[in-house]
């Protein structure tokens, strides 16, 4: 069965302090892996999309990779508007369905 | 302005009352679907549809349905909604390609109680 679980449940950071969150995904062959942002009472907003495996992705303070198990997001330096649920979803080959982790929740403190 | 938009945001309801909530998307995608999003247990699709007329089911389709007569609207029907109903329902839209679906636009949410 396809899974997506993504851990820490939460995460809670110092203001500047670095860290990753990681979400472990078990498909029959994988389309693509999406990160999302998502804050209180909103819609998740996209982050980033990978493929393949040793793919690398950047935006800011976010940096998103890939390997054939597992996806990191990694957050450096963040700050307190970085505080957000992140979302990690896949897509199988195969089919068109989406599968969603339950999310990190990320706090930071200033 | 790129948006998915859904109605109504709020809606308070009684068991057995069928209702359906809207999504309409102005990007031409030919991608939509529907999930509910509970505590601890993140986003959960319940349909999706690939193109006008098109549609399957998610991993929690039971008690829904859906309907893709044009490709800017995918309704979400709740024929006799119960308590267990009562969620956090997201419509979301995106390109299909070769690779898969690009990245989903969301709406806004529609908080539903079933009383």
Known sequence: EDQVTQSPEALRLQEGESSSLNCSYTVSGLRGLFWYRQDPGKGPEFLFTLYSAGEEKEKERLKATLTKKESFLHITAPKPEDSATYLCAVQAAGGFKTIFGAGTRLFVKA | ?115
């Not at chain 2, 938009?5 to 209702?19: A, C, D, E, F, S």
């Open chain 2, 1 to 115: 302005e790129a948006q998915v938009t859904q109605n109504p945001r709020y809606l308070i309801t009684v068991t057995g009352k069928k209702l359906t909530v809207t999504c309409s998307q102005n990007m031409n995608h030919e991608y939509m679907s529907w999930y509910r999003q509970d505590p601890g247990l993140g986003l959960r699709q319940i349909y999706y549809s690939m193109n006008v007329e098109v549609t399957d089911k998610g991993d929690v389709p039971e008690g829904y349905k859906v309907s893709r007569k044009e490709k800017r609207n995918f309704p979400l029907i709740l024929e006799s909604p119960s308590p267990n109903q009562t969620s956090l329902y997201f419509c979301a839209s995106s390109y299909q390609t070769g690779h898969g679906n690009t990245e989903a636009f969301f709406g806004q949410g529609t908080r539903l109680t079933v009383v």
